[in-house]
């Protein structure tokens, strides 16, 4: 059974549309988080929710929204999307926010034209 | 920014040690070392952490220097599949909020050989 799973893992669109990417987690965690891993490689985290609550905004856009419609579930929503919204896409998971050892999806990669 | 230091690339021998060096001469005392990997077009995977003792999983093992200013993983019997870029990251535990974020770098990348 996949731990921590993503949809749709590739996402091609046109620049200034809004599109959503899926996470779901069967691990009993409490925790969800989104990271963003651009084309140099750089892995950077964007939010994570805990107990249906945001805790984390690094500073990201307000264009990305994450939604939760229960704690197994971290949606990330982006709005007017822009070509340096090309990356890399990881949700992940742990056992409250103090956990360091995180579960993360396989990842999804989204190219903006 | 991370607060570790790493070789950009290492490369190892199929069924040999690979020891993975981290330089990490800033941690705090409540800091602990974690280490993930990379393999290739999947998502980061977790290995081992410790605070100051040598802990030891069914992945590696790390080695942390009395000082704690740096440690090594150690992948006892590296394979191909072992092939993955490895972060070392230094974190509080059991602190939420931004202060208990794994800040990734750069990594190493390390590749095994036949």
């Known amino acids: 059974d996949t731990a921590v799973s993503q949809t749709p893992k590739y996402l091609v669109t046109q620049m200034g549309n809004d599109k959503s990417i899926k996470c779901e987690q069967n691990?009993?965690?409490?925790?969800m988080y989104w990271y963003k891993q651009d084309s140099k490689k750089f892995l950077k985290i964007m939010f994570s929710?805990?107990?249906?609550?945001?805790?984390i905004n690094e500073t990201v856009p307000n264009r990305f929204s994450p939604k939760s419609p229960d704690k197994a579930h971290l949606n990330l929503h982006i709005n007017s999307l822009e070509l340096g919204d090309s990356a890399v896409y990881f949700c992940?998971?742990?056992?409250?926010?103090?956990?360091?050892?995180?579960?993360f999806g396989p990842g999804t990669r989204l190219t903006v034209l | 920014d991370a607060k570790t230091t790493q070789p950009p690339s290492m490369d190892c021998a199929e069924g040999r040690a690979a020891n993975l060096p981290c330089n990490h001469s800033?941690?705090?005392?409540?800091?602990?070392v974690y280490w993930y990997r990379q393999i290739h077009s999947q998502g980061p995977q977790y290995i081992i952490h410790?605070?100051?003792n040598n802990e030891t999983n069914e992945m590696a093992s790390l080695i942390i220097t009395e000082d704690r200013k740096s440690s090594t993983l150690i992948l006892p019997h590296a394979t191909l599949r072992d092939t993955a870029v490895y972060y070392c990251?230094?974190?509080?535990?059991?602190?939420?909020?931004?202060?208990?974020?794994?800040?990734f770098g750069k990594g190493t990348k390390l590749s095994v050989k036949p």
């Open positions: 992940a998971s742990s056992q409250g926010l103090a956990g360091g050892q995180q579960f």
């Open positions: 691990l009993g965690h409490d925790t």
């Open positions: 929710y805990n107990n249906k609550e945001l805790i």
């Open positions: 800033t941690i705090s005392g409540n800091e602990y």
């Open positions: 410790g605070l100051k």
């Open positions: 990251i230094v974190r509080v535990l059991g602190y939420g909020g931004s202060q208990g974020n794994l800040i």
